[in-house]
């Protein structure tokens, strides 16, 4: 190697890594990053504890808007008080059943067996549910001789081991055993609690009394004065009192009384209260559902987004430790074990970003930032960034200074969240580092790509890169230096080349349909498995460098749907997230069989911001979510969570002549139906599943359906017309997190058709034997008649066959006849020509001899010899002796006619007036000669034969048409 090689080949490498080095610099600063990132939001996933809410309303359960009470049975089936009566819930279908007096219900509980107890006005008892499904309010105001004893409402129903505590204004019942006890208020008893194993009542002008339930005697436990007279609602385990004008009353080892009061300023009051986890919500007359923190001792306050009612009449945990909040008009369902946290619903979210402990979203009104130090993020924690208003595309992290990519311009938000626009540019979709210079950056733009620098801690725009002016929305750094992909929603894809200085650039390639792409629309490009993939119509396409054509990326493709636009493809850890069409989904990326995740993500179809769809995942577990309702945290941890779910059949109906009939929903036997029944009917619902809206259920009935449905929200399946048969109904229920339960099934029975009966088998036996011996003797009756008719058959067949054979013999003979006379026609017309010819040869020898003795007289006129006149009348002499005259015409007609003697009878038959002549031609005719022959043995011309013909044609009233030969023949015949 000659040494201007080896300094080009140094000079070559000193380049080449250079650019590693930097390319690995920006890799890993863009890590740490990430890793910050992360972190920064880790405190975002602690601090984000909304519940998703699901809003009832009268459209749903048709009926009074305001409820009183609430419990559940073991089931999850719900029960809800209200001023309509008892509305029954069991995730899909809505129950109601009054009281006798069609009173409000104030009060639910449900004790230690699981019976439902409920309180209305002047009645109390419990709700039964019988076999067939149906509840019914049972009252217990006659069993327990309480049918003369007005007490008005029941307010409260409490349950402390077996006991059941009933409570009025006017008094307490004590139900045990099924023995009433009752305890009249020196007042009016206005509240009732269960602290620590022990139950207390509240009087509502001397104190709360504490209740000794085994002697049913009261004791005095704190006077009104120690909380100001005021109404307690709720006291904690270490005896803190909640009164209803947000006072909160603590007292302390040496008797004193600590008070804290929860609304500065505030006219509000609180009306229910629960404890749950670790927290106490407070249901509020006119703030809605607020929460209490406890830290140093002091409680902290925070407001439950999205909750559409203000008023909380009451709150009640379920069995699944979610919440229902019983409003003045209507119920919130909140969802605690729900994946999807709604952060944020006051905008369009296109981006979010964790920075000096600020949340901010990027929206289409602008930016929206929330401090950390919020002990929870929703919505009412947000403020706007006044400074900028309007649609914000992104957020960008620029050696530690954030940035907002917006559609006025770049902006920078400092600590204090102060913000300066950085240049005078407009149209900024984002800024990503260029790998090839250190702090430097691409601002792209609707129209082109422009360049940032940080000066000494100061940041500068310097100069728009000329030369490429489209928009650079979807832009990647390619594996070349200097060198970025930029694709265009409806151009296709450039491959751009800036010059080392950034000042223009020096290569445009520009690639569509025609360079292998299936369409120049809708192309996004990123980055997966160090791949550069490009997502289209028709599923994920890379670039072959070789060819210079776009090919299927068929290792992506195997795992998506290539018939859906992938419109984002985003790998962060071991998943890689995807948006096709509209829905979000995501696979472990180094998975042997990858199979896509979606159904946690269903409530965010339809939703997605279309070519700006946010999707953040800041852990392994967790992953943001932003669309135009808003910005969602999900939990993918409590999808894979094991929830214990069930499906319920709740009820079964069947119509028979034009009648509906109830069936028991469980039965130790098989229920039988009726062979001519109609259709039957099965209701279900899956009530201790959350978020029951958005559950769905599959079906099947073994003995007809060979497979399961489709996954549907129907809670209900109608079959008609079954046949006869066993039949087993089964049916599951599925939630949003794809979590499935088992099967409640159903046996039944279609009974057979009268004729299908076992009676009517044994009547069939019966009949068949029957049948069969008569049968049986009938057929050998027929067998021997059938014998002897066999054997006249065959004596009959037998002469048949005789005959047949001497008519064959016959038939034999008659065809050797036929062949001899037609052997013999065959004969007479070969002599008939024979005899013709001969014929012919005489008339010639005539013509001879008279043209010879013309000849001699010619010769004896010239010859003057006496002896040759001599010698010549001695030769006329000689020929007259031997003259041929007509006679051999005679012998012709003789012989003629005694071959053809039916031709010529049959002739004379016709015209008996024939002459001998037209007998002689009609004999030549026959034979089939000519004209030309037949004239000289006729001794006349060829035009006398004509006129001839023509005269015994008219002789025998033949037409012109017609001719003498087949007229013969047919005579013949």
Request: charged share 25%.
């Amino acid at each position: 190697m000659n040494s201007l090689n080896i300094y080009f080949f140094k000079q070559l490498n000193s380049k080449l890594l250079v650019r590693v080095l930097l390319f690995f610099v920006f890799i890993l600063n863009f890590n740490v990053l990430f890793s910050q990132e992360n972190s920064d939001f880790s405190t975002l996933i602690n601090q984000a504890q909304n519940p998703s809410i699901q809003h009832y309303t009268q459209q749903d359960f048709d009926a009074d808007a305001q409820f009183w009470s609430v419990t559940e049975d073991e089931r999850g089936v719900m029960y809800f008080g209200n001023n309509d009566g008892i509305l029954i819930y069991d995730g899909s279908t809505w129950k109601k059943i009054k009281l006798p007096n069609s009173s409000s219900v104030r009060s639910l509980a449900k004790d230690q067996e699981g019976t439902i107890y409920a309180g209305g006005y002047n009645d109390l008892g419990k709700i039964i549910r019988d076999d067939f499904g149906n509840y019914q309010f049972k009252s217990l105001k006659d069993t327990l001789q309480l049918a003369n004893v007005s007490f008005e409402n029941i307010w409260q129903i409490n349950v402390l081991d077996d006991n059941v505590i009933f409570r009025s204004f006017k008094k307490l019942f004590l139900l045990k055993n099924g023995n009433i006890t009752q305890i009249p208020s020196r007042n009016s008893f206005i509240e009732s609690f269960i602290v620590n194993g022990r139950y207390f009542v509240q009087d509502a002008n001397e104190g709360i009394y504490e209740v000794n339930l085994k002697t049913s005697q009261i004791k005095k436990f704190i006077d009104a004065s120690a909380f100001n007279n005021e109404s307690v609602i709720y006291i904690s385990y270490d005896f803190e009192f909640f009164t209803n004008t947000g006072k909160i009353f603590r007292k302390k080892g040496n008797g004193s009384i600590v008070t804290q009061s929860l609304f500065s300023n505030s006219n509000d009051q609180i009306i229910s209260a629960l404890k749950y986890r670790d927290q106490i919500l407070l249901g509020t007359l006119s703030q809605g559902l607020i929460i209490l923190s406890k830290k140093n001792n002091q409680f902290r306050i925070n407001a439950i987004d999205n909750l559409k009612g203000q008023t909380v009449l009451n709150l009640f945990q379920t069995q699944k430790d979610n919440v229902w909040a019983l409003l003045d008009n209507g119920l919130e369902f909140l969802n605690y074990n729900s994946p999807r946290i709604t952060l944020f619903n006051l905008a369009s979210v296109y981006d979010a970003q964790v920075s000096n402990q600020n949340f901010l979203i990027a929206t289409n009104k602008g930016v929206y930032y929330s401090s950390l130090a919020n002990n929870t993020i929703n919505s009412k924690n947000f403020d706007k960034l006044n400074s900028i208003q309007g649609q914000a595309w992104s957020f960008s992290v620029l050696n530690k200074d954030l940035f907002v990519n917006h559609d006025k311009g770049l902006y920078k938000i400092n600590k204090d969240l102060a913000v300066t626009r950085i240049g005078n540019i407009d149209g900024i979709w984002k800024t990503i580092p260029l790998k090839e210079k250190e702090n430097t950056y691409l601002i792209c733009t609707y129209s082109g790509i422009y360049t940032l620098e940080q000066q000494n801690k100061d940041w500068k725009i310097i100069n728009k890169i000329e030369g490429f002016d489209e928009s650079s929305r979807d832009i990647l750094p390619s594996n070349e230096a200097y060198t970025y992909w930029v694709c265009h929603g409806y151009k296709g894809v450039y491959k751009i080349t800036f010059s080392e200085d950034l000042d223009r650039t020096i290569a445009i390639d520009h690639y569509t349909d025609k360079n292998g792409l299936p369409s120049p629309f809708n192309i996004n490009v990123f980055k997966w498995k160090n791949e550069i993939v490009f997502s289209t119509n028709k599923g994920a396409y890379i670039f072959n460098d070789e060819t210079k054509k776009f090919e299927p990326f068929n290792k992506l493709n195997n795992i998506i749907d290539t018939e859906r636009n992938p419109r984002k493809i985003l790998q962060k850890g071991d998943k890689t997230w995807i948006v096709q069409d509209d829905e979000l989904g995501y696979f472990e990326t180094n998975s042997k069989n990858p199979l896509i995740e979606k159904d946690i993500f269903l409530q965010t179809k339809g939703t997605f911001n279309r070519g700006m769809e946010s999707i953040i995942p800041i852990s392994n577990n967790n992953v943001l979510v932003g669309t135009h309702t808003g910005l969602y945290l999900y939990n993918l941890q409590k999808q894979k969570e094991l929830v214990d779910i069930s499906t319920d059949i709740t009820g079964i109906s069947y119509s028979h002549q034009n009648e509906t009939y109830l069936l028991p929903i469980s039965s130790d036997s098989i229920v039988e139906l009726p062979n001519n029944f109609n259709s039957i009917k099965f209701s279900f619902a899956a009530p201790n599943m959350p978020n029951n809206l958005n559950n769905t259920f599959s079906y099947q009935l073994e003995g007809i359906d060979n497979s399961w449905s489709n996954w549907q929200k129907l809670s209900f399946k109608e079959y008609s017309l079954l046949k006869p048969g066993s039949y087993t109904f089964k049916v599951r229920s599925k939630n949003v997190l794809g979590n499935q339960s088992k099967p409640a099934e159903f046996n039944f029975y279609v009974q057979p058709k009268w004729y299908e009966t076992n009676s009517a088998m044994v009547i069939y036996v019966i009949l068949f034997i029957g049948l069969f011996i008569l049968s049986w003797h009938l057929v050998k009756r027929k067998i021997t008649r059938e014998k002897e008719k066999s054997i006249l058959k065959e004596q009959r067949t037998n002469k048949l066959l005789q005959l047949e054979i001497d008519q064959l013999k016959l038939q034999k003979d008659k065809e050797k006849i036929e062949k001899d006379k037609e052997h013999l026609e065959q004969d007479i017309l070969l002599k008939s020509k024979e005899l013709a010819n001969y014929t012919m040869l005489l008339v010639n020898k005539k013509n001879f001899f008279s043209t010879l003795q013309e000849d001699l007289k010619e010769l004896k006129n010239i010859v003057k010899s006496k002896q040759s006149n001599q010698k010549i009348l001695e030769i006329f002499k000689k020929m007259h002796q031997n003259k041929i005259d007509e006679e051999y015409l005679a012998v012709f007609d003789s012989n003629f006619e005694n071959v053809h003697q039916d031709f010529f009878r049959n002739l004379k038959n016709v015209v008996p007036n024939l002459t001998k002549k037209e007998l002689r031609l009609s004999a030549f005719i026959k034979m089939g000669l000519s004209n030309k022959d037949i004239a000289p043995l006729l001794g006349i011309s060829v035009r006398g034969v004509e006129t001839a013909r023509y005269r015994f044609r008219k002789k025998l009233n033949l037409d012109h048409d017609d001719k003498l030969v087949e007229f013969f023949e047919s005579l013949s015949n």
